[in-house]
């Protein structure tokens, strides 16, 4: 079982820039895929990024192509989420999760972190 942890979560102005940071325990870590999803106020939780268990492929959501990247490093057993030129409509929960699958797309996730709250502010 894994167990994840998000950080990096805080208040930015539009135009600015935070990363997020998973770490992950419980199984190897370069052994499966990573993504990160968020929630907004009174929507439904909603793909923002993946990444292949070697790093090497990456897919975003058209939302935020461009502005945001999705890095791992597996020597750290950490999954980042670097988000540029932040929107207020970013503002959101991001969290973390591990998919059922090996690849983008998967429908079904098979853990979660606890999510870390960003905020900004136009």
């Known amino acids: 079982q894994v167990q994840l942890v998000e950080s990096g979560g805080g208040l930015a102005q539009a135009g600015g820039s935070l990363r997020l940071s998973c770490a992950a325990s419980?199984?190897?870590?370069?052994?499966?895929?990573m993504g990160w999803f968020r929630q907004a106020p009174g929507k439904e939780r909603e793909f923002v990024a993946g990444?292949?268990?070697?790093?090497?492929?990456?897919t975003y959501a058209d939302s935020v192509k461009g502005r945001f990247t999705i890095s791992r490093d597996n020597a750290k057993n950490t999954v980042y989420l670097q988000m540029d030129n932040l929107k207020p409509e970013d503002t959101a929960v991001y969290y973390c999760?591990?998919?059922?699958?090996?690849?983008?797309?998967?429908?079904?996730?098979?853990?979660w972190g606890q999510g870390t709250l960003v905020t900004v502010s136009s």
């Open positions: 999760a591990v998919p059922h699958c090996s690849n983008w797309p998967c429908p079904v996730m098979d853990t």
């Open positions: 990444i292949r268990r070697g790093g090497s492929s990456t």
């Open positions: 419980g199984r190897t870590f370069s052994s499966y895929a």
